[in-house]
């Protein structure tokens, strides 16, 4: 996404007209935006792990869980471990079709440093 900005040099007066590119991405919970039709293996797994918590949890403590249970991703390719991304996704897709709740960040910003998207405060998954 594109933005431009306006900048009055402090010497000279002149102006100016900036733009540069913005990263987005869909805001934490849109996930595909279509409803699912039935639930698969992995959403149910992941369904039982977060109603297996008393608190809310994050998508880091839900993954360690599922490792910990020694549960696997089923994906066409075959059965593999979860990683961060494919939890994060999963848990997209079931918070838009509304089978899991989240609490919702106040800010969603991309990090330069680490070039990662970043939510504060760090969004926790419930049923």
Not at 23 to 37: A, E, L
Not at 44 to 53: S, V
Request: one cysteine or more; aromatic letters at 14%; proline letters at 5%.
């Amino acid at each position: 996404m594109k933005v431009s900005e306006i900048i009055t040099c402090p010497f000279c007066g002149q102006t100016f007209e900036y733009e540069f590119d913005v990263k987005v991405r869909n805001p934490i919970g849109k996930g595909t935006r279509r409803p699912i039709k039935k639930l698969t293996r992995n959403h149910i797994q992941l369904i039982d792990t977060i109603m297996r918590f008393a608190q809310f949890k994050t998508v880091r403590e839900i993954r360690n869980e599922l490792m910990k249970r020694g549960l696997k991703y089923q994906s066409r390719k075959g059965k593999r471990y979860w990683d961060y991304h494919t939890v994060e996704a999963v848990l997209s897709v079931l918070v838009y079709n509304g089978f899991v709740s989240m609490t919702k960040p106040n800010i969603e910003y991309y990090d330069f440093e680490s070039g990662e998207f970043r939510a504060e405060p760090v969004p926790r998954y419930y049923v």
